[in-house]
Nanobody, 120 residues
């Protein structure tokens, strides 16, 4: 698995989780020069954008998570993080990381996601 997400779990509404995603293989070699993103997919729904971080560390967020989630990266560890605070039941989904571009939805490889379940 070249994009391994971890850190998910079951949490009550209002709680927090910190997700990690470590890149290996070709993704790992190119990690420091790639813009990286977090995405999520809830049951029966298409995958959606959550957050993106540039090579310089600037973050941008979907409106639904703005002010609650924070994306960061550690190039030395080839890892991108997603700190999720004030979680809501609607945040329940499988979370993935990947290289971000305007055509992210057509990325052929998605790796292993991590399940986040928020109970009300």
């Amino acid at each position: 698995v070249q994009l391994q997400a971890s850190g998910g779990g079951l949490v009550q509404a209002g709680g927090s989780l910190r997700l990690s995603c470590t890149a290996s293989g070709a993704f790992g070699i190119l990690f420091s020069i790639n813009t990286m993103g977090w995405y999520r997919q809830a049951p029966g729904k298409p995958r959606e954008f959550v957050a993106v971080i540039s090579t310089g560390g600037a973050g941008n967020y979907a409106d639904s998570v703005k002010g609650r989630f924070t994306i960061s990266r550690d190039n030395a560890k080839r890892t991108v993080y997603l700190q999720m605070d004030v979680l809501k039941p609607e945040d329940t989904a499988v979370y993935y990381c990947n290289v971000h571009s305007a055509t992210w939805a057509t990325n052929p490889y998605w790796g292993k996601g991590t399940q986040v379940t928020v109970s009300s």
